[in-house]
Protein backbone atom coordinates (compact mmCIF):
# COMPACT_ATOMS: atom_id res chain seq x y z
CA UNK A 1 0.00 0.00 0.00
CA UNK A 2 2.74 2.42 0.61
CA UNK A 3 4.03 2.45 -3.12
CA UNK A 4 0.43 2.89 -4.05
CA UNK A 5 0.63 6.08 -1.53
CA UNK A 6 3.97 7.24 -3.51
CA UNK A 7 2.79 6.98 -6.78
CA UNK A 8 -0.68 8.32 -6.32
CA UNK A 9 1.67 11.86 -5.06
CA UNK A 10 3.79 11.92 -7.63
CA UNK A 11 0.65 11.86 -10.11
CA UNK A 12 -0.98 14.41 -8.36
CA UNK A 13 2.07 16.57 -8.60
CA UNK A 14 2.93 15.62 -12.02
CA UNK A 15 -0.39 17.04 -12.77
CA UNK A 16 -0.26 20.23 -11.06
CA UNK A 17 3.39 20.36 -12.59
CA UNK A 18 1.40 20.15 -16.03
CA UNK A 19 -1.35 22.79 -14.52
CA UNK A 20 1.68 25.24 -13.63
CA UNK A 21 3.01 25.56 -17.12
CA UNK A 22 -1.08 25.54 -18.71
CA UNK A 23 -1.65 28.08 -21.55
CA UNK A 24 -4.90 27.18 -21.96
CA UNK A 25 -7.78 27.27 -19.56
CA UNK A 26 -10.60 24.40 -20.76
CA UNK A 27 -12.85 22.49 -18.62
CA UNK A 28 -14.28 19.95 -21.03
CA UNK A 29 -13.71 18.69 -24.35
CA UNK A 30 -12.40 21.07 -27.33
CA UNK A 31 -12.99 21.15 -30.86
CA UNK A 32 -15.21 19.44 -32.70
CA UNK A 33 -14.29 16.13 -32.02
CA UNK A 34 -14.67 16.94 -28.26
CA UNK A 35 -11.05 16.18 -27.65
CA UNK A 36 -9.75 16.58 -23.98
CA UNK A 37 -6.64 18.67 -23.60
CA UNK A 38 -3.52 17.32 -21.53
CA UNK A 39 -4.17 20.33 -18.79
CA UNK A 40 -7.95 19.23 -18.75
CA UNK A 41 -7.24 15.84 -17.73
CA UNK A 42 -4.70 17.32 -15.34
CA UNK A 43 -7.41 19.45 -14.08
CA UNK A 44 -9.55 16.30 -13.54
CA UNK A 45 -7.01 14.66 -11.49
CA UNK A 46 -5.76 17.19 -9.28
CA UNK A 47 -10.12 17.96 -8.74
CA UNK A 48 -10.05 13.52 -7.98
CA UNK A 49 -7.57 14.03 -5.28
CA UNK A 50 -8.89 17.02 -3.79
CA UNK A 51 -11.72 15.18 -2.61
CA UNK A 52 -9.97 12.12 -1.81
CA UNK A 53 -7.16 14.61 0.10
CA UNK A 54 -7.97 17.98 0.57
CA UNK A 55 -4.61 18.81 2.81
CA UNK A 56 -2.66 17.66 0.75
CA UNK A 57 -3.95 18.88 -2.38
CA UNK A 58 -4.72 22.17 -0.82
CA UNK A 59 -0.83 22.72 -0.20
CA UNK A 60 -0.12 22.58 -3.91
CA UNK A 61 -2.83 24.94 -4.45
CA UNK A 62 -0.92 27.75 -2.77
CA UNK A 63 1.99 27.12 -4.14
CA UNK A 64 0.13 26.89 -7.92
CA UNK A 65 -1.90 30.19 -7.07
CA UNK A 66 1.99 31.97 -6.33
CA UNK A 67 4.06 29.83 -8.89
CA UNK A 68 1.85 29.20 -11.60
CA UNK A 69 1.32 30.47 -15.17
CA UNK A 70 -1.54 32.84 -15.45
CA UNK A 71 -3.53 29.55 -16.84
CA UNK A 72 -2.76 27.81 -13.92
CA UNK A 73 -3.41 30.32 -11.23
CA UNK A 74 -6.83 30.34 -13.07
CA UNK A 75 -6.93 26.49 -12.53
CA UNK A 76 -5.92 27.17 -8.40
CA UNK A 77 -8.40 29.20 -7.85
CA UNK A 78 -11.06 27.24 -9.31
CA UNK A 79 -9.97 24.12 -7.66
CA UNK A 80 -9.93 26.08 -4.55
CA UNK A 81 -13.45 26.84 -5.10
CA UNK A 82 -14.37 23.49 -3.81
CA UNK A 83 -12.62 23.41 -0.78
CA UNK A 84 -12.62 27.31 0.03
CA UNK A 85 -14.73 29.08 -1.24
CA UNK A 86 -13.62 32.12 0.44
CA UNK A 87 -9.98 31.80 0.19
CA UNK A 88 -11.26 31.18 -3.95
CA UNK A 89 -12.76 34.72 -3.93
CA UNK A 90 -9.84 36.37 -1.89
CA UNK A 91 -7.29 34.69 -4.98
CA UNK A 92 -9.51 35.89 -7.64
CA UNK A 93 -9.72 39.51 -6.57
CA UNK A 94 -5.86 39.93 -5.61
CA UNK A 95 -5.72 38.72 -9.30
CA UNK A 96 -7.98 41.01 -11.06
CA UNK A 97 -5.25 43.56 -12.34
CA UNK A 98 -3.29 40.59 -13.59
CA UNK A 99 -2.25 40.89 -17.17
CA UNK A 100 -1.36 37.60 -18.23
CA UNK A 101 -2.69 36.26 -21.00
CA UNK A 102 -4.14 32.69 -21.71
CA UNK A 103 -6.20 30.61 -24.34
CA UNK A 104 -9.46 29.67 -23.40
CA UNK A 105 -11.65 27.32 -24.86
CA UNK A 106 -15.63 26.44 -24.73
CA UNK A 107 -16.14 23.54 -26.25
CA UNK A 108 -15.33 24.48 -29.90
CA UNK A 109 -15.07 28.76 -29.25
CA UNK A 110 -11.46 29.07 -28.70
CA UNK A 111 -10.78 32.82 -27.26
CA UNK A 112 -8.27 35.25 -25.34
CA UNK A 113 -8.23 36.16 -21.94
CA UNK A 114 -6.46 37.90 -19.71
CA UNK A 115 -6.37 36.90 -16.14
CA UNK A 116 -7.58 39.65 -14.68
CA UNK A 117 -10.54 39.44 -16.53
CA UNK A 118 -10.95 36.13 -16.28
CA UNK A 119 -10.70 36.64 -12.11
CA UNK A 120 -13.19 39.53 -12.75
CA UNK A 121 -15.79 37.26 -14.68
CA UNK A 122 -15.32 34.67 -11.79
CA UNK A 123 -15.87 36.92 -9.14
CA UNK A 124 -19.09 38.70 -11.03
CA UNK A 125 -20.47 35.12 -11.32
CA UNK A 126 -19.86 34.09 -7.41
Known sequence: MVGMGKKRDR?????????ARA????????GFAGT????TEAYDR???????????VREHLDRLLTRGSPAGRAYAATLLERVDPAAARAAWRAMRDDPGQFTTYSG???GRASLGEYATSRLAEA
Open 11 to 19: EIGDAVEEL
Open 23 to 30: ETVAFGGV
Open 108 to 110: CVM
Open 46 to 56: VEAALAEQPEA
Open 36 to 39: LLPV
